[in-house]
T-cell receptor, first 115, second 112 residues
């Protein structure tokens, strides 16, 4: 049971470059989420998706783009990376039938450093 | 909208001692409350959650939490910690939609 995977696990890039973080889940969960984790802020929601081709903004969407052409994949793109986007990024998924009651299942995270 | 405040950013504790992590929430609607744990260099995993019913919720690894509606709290406890409980703990709240709001986290360091 592969669960939810993220790639790459570590990434160093430079300011202004485009970076794509990948997220893949094998459970056929409807909902998928992207969070960033910064010291003192906990996890903040960037974008989420209710199903293929349905995405919506979270708390901190500026500078990020998402797509979801297939249920199992939810890539996050930084169109022009900035130093403030240095963070740990977590992808998560949930079944999608019970609203706020549901457990979210998290990937192992991607550590991104923008120089 | 919901929000969460974790009252302690760091909690050092000796092995086999009890620990309590404090969490307060604010919400204008019904809430569901969660505690997640993040072990070093890993993703988050669910410890326990409160949906409804009994206010005392038992989770994995001997943890439990008590929902207190009047004090808008959801404190996490464990009567005797192990070295392996060293981790970061996050309290989170959701409403009827799928969006979770997390607290800033509490780092628990267990010393022998």
């Amino acid at each position: 049971d592969a669960g939810i995977t993220q790639s790459p696990r570590y990434k160093i890039t430079e300011t202004g470059r485009q970076v794509t973080l990948m997220c893949h889940q094998t459970w056929s969960h409807s909902y998928m989420f992207w969070y960033r984790q910064d010291l003192g802020h906990g996890l903040r929601l960037i974008y989420y998706s209710a199903a293929a081709d349905i995405t919506d903004k979270g708390e901190v969407p500026d500078g990020y783009v998402v797509s979801r052409s297939k249920t199992e994949n939810f890539p996050l793109t930084l169109e022009s990376a900035t130093r403030s986007q240095t963070s740990v990024y977590f992808c998560a998924s949930s079944v999608g039938i019970a609203g706020g009651r549901e457990t979210q299942y998290f990937g192992p995270g991607t550590r991104l450093l923008v120089l | 909208a919901q929000s969460v405040t974790q009252l302690d950013s760091q909690v050092p504790v000796f092995e086999e001692a009890p620990v309590e992590l404090r969490c307060n929430y604010s919400s204008s609607v019904s809430v569901y409350l969660f505690w997640y744990v993040q072990y070093p260099n890993q993703g988050l995993q669910l410890l326990l959650k409160y949906l409804s019913g009994s206010t005392l919720v038992k989770g994995i690894n001997g943890f439990e939490a008590e929902f207190n509606k009047s004090q808008t709290s959801f404190h996490l406890r464990k009567p005797s910690v192990h070295i392996s409980d060293t981790a970061e703990y996050f309290c989170a709240v959701s409403g009827d939609d799928y969006k979770l709001s997390f607290g800033a986290g509490t780092t628990v360091t267990v010393r022998a």
